[in-house]
């Protein structure tokens, strides 16, 4: 009778649980790699931020400020109907889903109500836009775009 260990069953019997146990840290390295980035660590400051969001949001509203966005390849042009002067705005475009992908852009003034950028890269998807004056802004016109 030959040992143990040179027979089939044995060797299925613990393939079966080894597989399972395989699978098991494999989905956990999946799960931490992948984590959705739903929850705030600090929710409470994000709270309170988003009252002066919205108080900017409607300081563009009473302005009468409102964005349209074309985008071609990697060039993004913003029209603006409403009375900013500003050279430069800054452009904030956040992923859907994956907020590593988040990036802010400069935007340049090319005419009256005119302004384009171009972007780093090529864009895919529905992006959330919010265009403003920098840091210190009194306005902020957000939106949606296609790529």
């Given at each position: 009778m030959l040992p143990w260990?040179?027979?089939?069953?044995?060797?299925?019997?613990?393939?079966?649980?080894?597989?399972?146990v395989v699978a098991t840290l494999y989905t956990v390295?999946?799960?931490?790699?992948?984590?959705?980035?739903?929850v705030v660590d600090d929710y409470y400051k994000e709270g309170l931020a988003i009252n002066r969001q919205l108080e900017r949001q409607n300081q563009a509203k009473a302005l009468g400020l409102i964005a349209k966005l074309n985008s071609q390849e990697r060039q993004l042009d913003i029209e603006i109907n409403?009375?900013?002067?500003?050279?430069?705005?800054?452009?904030?475009?956040?992923?859907?889903?994956?907020?590593?992908?988040?990036?802010?852009?400069?935007?340049?003034?090319?005419?009256?109500?005119?302004?384009?950028?171009?972007?780093?890269?090529a864009l895919k998807g529905r992006w959330?836009?919010?265009?403003?004056?920098?840091?210190?802004?009194?306005?902020?016109?957000?939106?949606?775009?296609?790529?």
């Open positions: 260990y040179k027979q089939f069953w044995p060797w299925f019997l613990i393939l079966l649980p080894g597989t399972a390295v999946i799960a931490n790699q992948y984590a959705d980035d739903l409403g009375p900013i002067e500003a050279p430069q705005l800054r452009l904030l475009l956040s992923h859907a889903m994956e907020s590593d992908r988040d990036f802010a852009v400069p935007v340049q003034k090319i005419a009256p109500g005119q302004y384009r950028v171009f972007l780093p890269q959330h836009w919010t265009l403003d004056e920098g840091v210190s802004s009194q306005w902020r016109i957000d939106g949606d775009h296609l790529f």
